[in-house]
Nanobody, 121 residues
């Protein structure tokens, strides 16, 4: 059973930074693609970034140059470093793991419980 646990969310002001973590257990590190999604109240879940087992990274256009996805193989943990945060990026942030490395949330089989990010202006 794959388990994902996010942490690192919080309340910050616009322009601040946060680093989210996603600790994984129950699967072999190099098997899955891992992604971050976010969901604002009343909106659909939105893809933010993903990293495949070969450490190739992809980002949504809205976060390019500000967000960085990374992974620590020894800890089986992925991170999302978020810089210059904007109020419209407030929402619940989820990490997900799956065999298909795309931006489509339906392609991810495992999800964490989410961590809340609130950005005030």
């Amino acid at each position: 059973q794959v388990q994902l646990v996010e942490s690192g969310g919080g309340s910050v002001q616009a322009g601040d930074s946060l680093r989210l973590s996603c600790a994984a257990s129950g699967y072999v590190y190099h098997t899955y693609c891992m992604a971050w999604f976010r969901q604002a109240p009343g909106k659909e879940r939105e893809w933010v970034a993903r990293i495949n087992p070969d450490s190739i990274r992809y980002y949504a256009d809205s976060v390019k140059g500000r967000f960085t996805i990374s992974q620590d193989k020894s800890r089986n943990t992925r991170y999302l470093q978020m810089n210059r945060l904007k109020p419209e990026e407030t929402g619940m942030y989820y990490c997900a793991a799956g065999g298909l490395c795309t931006s489509n949330p339906t392609h991810f089989d495992y999800w964490g419980q989410g961590t809340q990010v609130a950005v005030s202006s």
